[in-house]
């Protein structure tokens, strides 16, 4: 299983850029990379994932180093309501090799300040 | 519906009696995966399913835990005979598909209280 190393803990002024980085340096080739986000005890949301390419959607982009050793997701102006632990994820395929249980690490708490 | 769908929202059990907890997916979702956060961070995959059929329960306690999805029902987790350390929150999450290029989507959990 690829392991994923992540910051325990940041801080972002509201309206900045918030970039959150993510080691996955024993990523196999075609395992992707995934964030997600939990706000409070909520259920986890879905923001992004990558294989090799960087991606962007509406809600963050996501920047993968060309070796895929590492990725930066980032918030291009955050706000109060992006305080959550942030999880960066890499897909692991299941039994079968058909399905992809998802394997959380402690993710990083990121905090929004005003 | 849009979103998946978890009930109850809250379930407290004396120590030894049954627990069960369901989840409707997302229309057309085809898999299903259940996953337990027991301490504020950390998750545990529990099992996922094809359709009514189980595809990795590789998480899965064997003795007490047990879990289905039938047609035109909602899914559901059952633990028999609870132990206090199964409190945690349970979250349901639904996928089109099983690959690893298609994300899941998770429900707003089931938080249950074993006393």
């Known amino acids: 299983d690829a392991k994923t190393t992540q910051p325990t803990s940041m801080d972002c002024a509201e309206g900045r850029a918030a970039n959150l980085p993510c080691n996955h340096s024993?990523?196999?080739?075609?395992?992707?990379v995934y964030w997600y986000r939990q706000i409070h005890s909520q259920g986890p949301q879905y923001i992004i994932h990558g294989l090799k390419n960087n991606e962007t959607n509406e809600m963050a982009s996501l920047i993968i180093t060309e070796d895929r050793k590492s990725s930066t997701l980032i918030l291009p102006h955050a706000t109060l309501r992006d305080t959550a632990v942030y999880y960066c994820?890499?897909?692991?395929?299941?039994?079968?090799?058909?399905?992809?249980?998802?394997?959380f690490g402690t993710g990083t708490l990121l905090a929004v300040q005003p | 519906g849009e979103e998946v769908a978890q009930t109850p929202k809250h379930l407290v059990r004396g120590e030894g009696q049954k627990a069960k907890l369901y989840c409707a997916p997302i229309?057309?979702?085809?898999?299903v995966f259940w996953y337990q956060q027991v301490l504020k961070n950390e998750f545990k995959f529990l099992i996922s399913?094809?359709?009514?059929?189980?595809?990795?329960e590789t998480g899965m306690p064997k003795e007490r835990f047990s879990a289905k999805c039938l047609p035109n029902s909602p899914c559901s987790l059952e633990i028999q005979a609870t132990k206090l350390e199964d409190s945690a929150v349970y979250f349901c999450?639904?996928?089109?598909?099983?690959?690893?290029?298609?994300?899941?989507?998770f429900g707003p959990g089931t938080r249950l209280t074993v006393t």
């Open positions: 229309k057309g979702h085809s898999y």
């Open positions: 999450a639904s996928s089109q598909s099983g690959t690893s290029d298609y994300e899941q989507y």
């Open positions: 024993t990523i196999s080739g075609n395992e992707y």
């Open positions: 994820i890499v897909r692991v395929a299941g039994v079968g090799g058909a399905t992809n249980k998802l394997i």
């Open positions: 399913f094809q359709n009514e059929n189980v595809f990795d």
